[in-house]
């Protein structure tokens, strides 16, 4: 699975990784940014996106709950000076950390979704199986860890978070083989666990993934409420931008995608749906205008240079004047999964 926010392209000649923002140039063209204008960059990650527009002359509010990149960010706004201000917070809650700095209106906001490619390598974070490393993946460094889930939720509950997250078909096997072997004592690291999880699910040659990625992405997900984050997020967006104001989402996987291809699709509706069977719905006025139709998505020059963009897409809106609705979730495709006691 490939993951979002500044992704890492190989340095050259031996020299350093550099953090590349993921379809930069689609993301600058639909936001547009332009002196005096105001941004949010929900996902700060390695501040690609952040620089860029910043580079635009415009402003930015830049969001991160991983106090880490928070604490990155500074030489940028040491650069940036009052155009630039950093909040460790959730982007689900942009809006009011938006009104709580003084803004009212907002002219653009960037969403890049999922585990930023710093959070992967940085073995301490224990989001990745290529080096062992605690089995922690929370991005906020607060609430239960991945491996408080793994050692005590039930297994039938496990599976269902691993199949419905994860997208795991083995979701079941994967599930008793973490209890069987958490009976042994507790699943502490992440090639413990990625090791129990490729013994139950196996690795046929020719297969292009870990056997592990998908329960390692369903767990990182279930920790950090991602896809309730995001749907929290669009709901935000739609409440703090003003008419004419830009939304683009990138995103990495079905999951996500899924939710904000709902979201806009029926912000955006202007001719009611039904049939012979269905009364044809009243629709609210249309809150947003879509200035994508499909996907965009990474070029093949893009990819060379930077194979995580790969699975990169991206959607983009424009705000209308129309008032702001409330969200159903369920309806914009956030699954339901088990809670976990602990959990807020």
């Known amino acids: 699975m490939m993951t979002g926010r500044d992704t890492v392209a190989d340095g050259v000649a031996g020299g350093p990784a550099r953090h590349v923002p993921v379809l930069i140039e689609e993301v600058l063209r639909f936001l547009a940014p332009a002196v005096g204008d105001t941004f949010i960059d929900g996902t700060f990650g390695a501040g690609g996106y952040s620089r860029a527009i910043l580079a635009a002359g415009a402003s930015v509010v830049a969001i991160d709950r991983d106090p880490t990149a928070i604490a990155g960010g500074t030489s940028l706004q040491a650069e940036a000076g009052d155009r630039l201000t950093l909040v460790q917070g959730r982007f689900a809650e942009l809006d009011a950390i938006a009104r709580d700095l003084g803004h009212e209106r907002i002219d653009g906001v960037v969403l890049d979704i999922g585990v930023s490619s710093m959070q992967i390598d940085t073995a301490e974070r224990g989001f990745s199986f290529r080096s062992d490393g605690p089995l922690d993946m929370r991005m906020g460094e607060e609430?239960?860890?991945?491996?408080?889930v793994v050692n005590a939720m039930e297994p039938a509950e496990l599976a269902r978070v691993i199949a419905v997250l994860g997208e795991e078909k083995k979701a079941r096997l994967v599930a008793k083989a973490i209890a069987t072997?958490?009976?042994?004592?507790?699943?502490?690291?992440?090639?413990?666990?990625?090791?129990?999880?490729?013994r139950a699910v196996g690795h046929r040659p020719g297969d292009q993934i870990h056997p592990a990625t998908r329960t390692f992405q369903a767990l990182r997900i279930f920790v950090n409420r991602e896809l309730d984050e995001l749907a929290d997020a669009l709901a935000a967006s739609e409440r703090v931008l003003g008419e004419g104001g830009r939304l683009v989402v990138v995103s990495f996987h079905s999951l996500e995608d899924r939710i904000v291809k709902r979201f806009l699709a029926d912000r955006s509706a202007t001719i009611p749906?039904?049939?012979?069977?269905?009364?044809?719905?009243?629709?609210?006025?249309?809150?947003?205008?879509?200035?994508?139709?499909?996907?965009?998505?990474?070029?093949?020059?893009?990819?060379?240079?930077?194979?995580?963009?790969?699975?990169?897409?991206?959607?983009?809106?424009?705000?209308?004047?129309?008032?702001?609705?409330?969200?159903?979730?369920?309806?914009?495709?956030?699954?339901?999964?088990?809670?976990?006691?602990?959990?807020?």
């Not at 139709?293 to 209308?320: D, Q």
Request: glycine share 8%; proline share 8%; net charge positive.
């Open 273 to 344: 749906t039904g049939s012979r069977h269905l009364p044809e719905r009243e629709l609210a006025p249309a809150s947003f205008e879509l200035l994508t139709r499909g996907l965009v998505e990474a070029g093949e020059n893009e990819i060379r240079i930077n194979s995580r963009s790969r699975s990169a897409r991206l959607r983009a809106a424009r705000r209308t004047a129309a008032p702001a609705r409330p969200v159903d979730a369920a309806a914009m495709g956030v699954p339901t999964v088990p809670e976990f006691e602990g959990r807020s």
């Open 143 to 148: 609430g239960p860890s991945a491996a408080d």
């Open 181 to 198: 072997a958490r009976r042994q004592g507790p699943i502490t690291g992440t090639l413990q666990l990625a090791e129990i999880v490729a």
